[in-house]
Nanobody, 124 residues
Framework: QVQLVESGGGLVQAGGSLRLSCAAS????????LGWFRQAPEKEREFVAA????????YYAASVNGRFSISRDNAKNMVYLQLNNLKPEDTAVYYC?????????????????WGQGAQVTVSS
């Protein structure tokens, strides 16, 4: 049974930082690309960042490029999202997801497995 479990969310002031973690189990982790998505109230789920199976290629949404950083540790079955210089518009539930094609894409439809999400709230 595949499980993705996010942690590290919370409440932070604008300009602050958080680090989200996602622990994966039940899959051959190094075969999968990993992505982070977010969903704000009354908005569609949107792409945030992705990393391919080796970690050599990383992709970011324009809105977070330069502020967020995705990384992975294949030995620990972990993927991380470092969130810096947070803004109130970053407030959302953040989800990690796994894509068995391994390349890392921006479309949520390409991801087979999803975590339950972690709330990030940025106050102004």
């Amino acid at each position: 049974q595949v499980q993705l479990v996010e942690s590290g969310g919370g409440l932070v002031q604008a300009g602050g930082s958080l680090r989200l973690s996602c622990a994966a189990s039940g899959l051959t982790f190094s075969w999968y690309a990993l992505g982070w998505f977010r969903q704000a109230p009354e908005k569609e789920r949107e792409f945030v960042a992705a990393i391919n199976r080796s970690g050599g290629n990383r992709y970011y949404a324009a809105s977070v490029n330069g502020r967020f950083s995705i990384s992975r540790d294949n030995a620990k079955n972990m993927v991380y999202l470092q969130l810096n210089n947070l803004k109130p518009e970053d407030t959302a539930v953040y989800y990690c997801a796994a894509d068995q094609m391994g390349y890392g894409t921006r479309s949520p439809n390409d991801y087979e497995y999803w975590g339950q999400g972690a709330q990030v709230t940025v106050s102004s």
